[in-house]
């Protein structure tokens, strides 16, 4: 073939191929790298959802995956919502809760709300790219997510027509003992659904207007005027006794109900009467408890860009965080940092503070799972530079001023003449919507990453080999091609999940054995039902060898079934 006919082949192939590349007459876009070019569910990410919102979008994902999603309830609210959970794995693949679970949560502290998006995207990106993703298709296959977008749905619901509600569910509360619950929360003086700053003229007040910035307040300096005084968020005496919104909506804190290293209220704040007094919670524990196949969950609260981890208490207190557990979660939350910019991974009790009766305590020592809590939002997503934190220019350079409502005049009924303003509810603590979808898929990255890393079990090396006497030696080898093990050093000690089984089909079995050493011919035989060989562990990145002595039969089948491991099996030829 002469140079003239290979340059036209080459010309014809690349328009051919060029052709998938550059859009069609009539086609408004690109596709852009890891995203979904065309989904089924249209949904933005820039904005926050009331929780009419978030069950639409469950029900609207749920009927456009019938093969992926199940939408169900764990039970209800105080105020009878439902706590909707995504089941979202490949059906046709398998049983759900037969394979390696990743349970996602977020918004359990009302305040903290953008977990529920955290958790709403990666269940829509898991979807969305499940036909053309190869990873993610895949993945579904192997695994299984719950996700829970928000544990808190009444004061969830409160925010969004109130602001500022408490960090805890609405179950009415006694906060300051006087035997009336929840007679005096914060009052939206203005109409506008924000509880904002009161400041009152007051010339011999410790604060004046910065000569640069009129909206902030500074401090004045000792021996300088003031201009104004501030007299706390926005609100009245409502039961007469002399305080402000002392006794709003709620009271305990949803993160210090859990059934693990709990204490009474005197020892740990927020803790309530009893663990799991709380029906969000409840709730929660009820549908766990009922997937023990769950390895490993997330929780998203709000903010300082942290990865936490446990021990929530120093030395762990009933938990076993074994060497091997401690390796598996930090090398995960290094790859969280690395996932997420900005974003430190910490120790709860060493980092932070001690925390009695916290989710995370619960997920690991009383459900044996891997666990992480994410605290979304920090400052380098404003600047990129912590140096520079300043709430203020950030709203004026990027927000253009959009997150601060203007000082406003109004007459308190106690004060007289007030102003109110300040920062919105929805700034400071909460993602701009420009941010929030990058940030939302940096952190769902990083529980798929978890999820990729939960076991995943093969049998290999299935061979027989005969023995004198009609007898068969049958071997197989149990691998698992993940970092997490079946079993948490939690869970070996207190039993949580049984044993790994491994089960020999076909033929008699005279003897089952584990593989110590196969150059030195070294075994461990386990006499009571040997067809079915117990392992207390099966170690991430590691294999067990087997050994079976049977009678009779000509094909064999062996299987591994773990709760938290999944199943697997192979078939002689």
Not at 75 to 97: A, C, F, M, W
Not at 280 to 308: C, W, Y
Not at 337 to 354: A, R
Not at 505 to 533: H, S
Request: proline fraction near 5%.
């Amino acid at each position: 073939m002469n140079k003239s006919a290979l340059n036209t082949i080459f010309i014809i192939l690349f328009i051919s191929f060029a052709g998938n590349l550059y859009p069609q007459e009539g086609e408004l876009f690109f596709d852009a790298a890891g995203s979904p070019s065309n989904p089924k569910v249209k949904v933005s990410w820039n904005k926050y959802y009331t929780y009419t919102g978030v069950t639409d979008f469950c029900r609207k994902l749920a009927e456009a995956y019938p093969d992926l999603v199940n939408l169900s309830s764990a039970g209800k609210s105080y105020q009878g919502r439902d706590i909707h959970v995504l089941t979202i794995s490949d059906r046709k693949s398998g049983n759900p809760d037969h394979k390696p679970g990743f349970w996602i949560d977020g918004n359990i502290h009302s305040i903290e709300l953008q977990g529920t998006e955290m958790a709403m995207y990666t269940a829509w990106y898991l979807c969305e790219m499940s036909g053309g993703n190869e990873f993610i298709k895949q993945l579904l296959k192997d695994k299984t997510f719950y996700i829970a977008p928000t544990i808190n749905p009444d004061a969830r619901e409160y925010f969004a027509n109130i602001g500022v509600p408490p960090r805890s569910g609405l179950m009415p509360y006694d906060n300051d003992r006087d035997g009336a619950f929840d007679e005096d929360g914060p009052d939206d003086m203005n109409g506008d659904k924000n509880i904002s700053q009161i400041r009152r003229k007051n010339p011999d007040g410790a604060y004046i207007t910065d000569p640069k910035d009129p909206r902030r307040m500074i401090r004045v300096e000792p021996g300088e005027k003031g201009e104004y005084e501030l007299l706390g968020m926005e609100g009245t005496d409502n039961d007469g006794d002399g305080q402000f919104n002392e006794d709003g909506p709620g009271g305990y804190d949803g993160n210090r109900d859990w059934g693990f290293n709990w204490e009474p209220n005197y020892v740990q704040s927020g803790a309530h009467k009893y663990p799991f007094s709380q029906p969000e919670n409840a709730a929660v524990r009820d549908f766990v408890v009922k997937h023990p196949n769950i390895t490993g969950a997330q929780s998203f609260h709000n903010s300082g860009g942290m990865i936490l981890r446990g021990p929530s208490i120093q030395g762990g207190g009933a938990e076993v965080y074994s060497r091997a557990d401690d390796a598996v979660l930090d090398a995960l939350g290094k790859k969280g940092e690395l996932m997420i910019p900005g974003y430190d991974l910490l120790t709860i009790w060493k980092d932070m503070y001690t925390v009695y009766g916290g989710e995370l305590d619960w997920w690991y020592g009383a459900m044996g799972c891997f666990v992480f809590s994410n605290e979304l939002w920090n400052s380098f997503l404003m600047f990129y530079d912590t140096t520079k934190t300043d709430l203020f220019e950030f709203d004026r350079l990027l927000l253009f001023e959009d997150a601060f409502i203007p000082w406003q005049k109004i007459n308190h009924p106690v004060y007289g003449e007030v102003e109110l303003g300040g920062f919105s509810k929805m700034f400071g603590r909460l993602h701009p919507g420009f941010i929030l979808e990058n940030d939302s898929h940096r952190n769902a990255a990083f529980c798929i990453y978890n999820s990729y890393q939960s076991p995943k079990l093969e049998i290999t090396n299935l061979k027989v080999n005969k023995l004198n006497g009609g007898l068969k030696e049958i071997t197989a080898s149990v691998v698992n091609r993940r970092m997490l093990p079946t079993h948490s050093a939690t869970n070996i000690k207190y039993k949580i999940d049984p044993p790994d089984y491994v089960i020999l089909e076909g033929g008699t079995v005279i003897a089952g054995m584990i593989v110590e050493n196969a150059d030195l011919n070294i075994t461990t035989e386990q006499k009571k039902n040997p067809q079915k060989i117990e392992l207390t562990n099966i170690s991430g990145y590691q294999k067990t060898d087997l050994k079976w002595i049977v009678k009779g039969g000509t094909k064999y089948t062996v299987r591994v079934e773990s709760v938290k491991g999944g199943r697997a099996s192979a078939q002689t030829e």
